[in-house]
């Protein structure tokens, strides 16, 4: 009896870390997304400098999670926006419109794809 009642309640606590895994990590990503997002407006504004320290804001976010992200995802996703963030500053910096908005596009593909990644579907879970 008392082996069931350990079982089951170590199956709710995993449920639950599962549970607020994913939903912190779709806010992180949702989260980064919008910073990204103001970096855009900066850019098609022509403010290049501002769109760049906004920029190394969002990658500084991007990594404070890093420790999370690397625990609980397949490493490629979230280097794959680690990458695109620094070359964001670096089309900033470059002052590069059209590079800036594929690479945003590419990033927004992978924070989208963490998010999905994250729903709890029939096919995340297979």
Sequence with gaps: MNRTWFASILLAVLLGIG????????NIAKETESLLKKSVSYVEL????SAESH?????????????IMA???????PDAVETGL????SYARTQDNDEFLAVF????????HIREME??????IL
């Design 19 to 26: 549970i607020l895994v994913s939903f912190l990590i779709g």
């Design 46 to 49: 022509g403010d290049f400098s």
């Design 55 to 67: 920029c190394r804001k969002t990658l500084d976010y991007w990594m404070e999670h890093h420790g």
């Design 71 to 77: 625990a609980f995802l397949r490493h490629d996703e």
């Design 86 to 89: 620094a070359q964001l500053i």
């Design 105 to 112: 596009e590419e990033v927004r593909y992978h924070l989208n």
């Design 119 to 124: 729903l709890p579907k029939m096919q995340n």
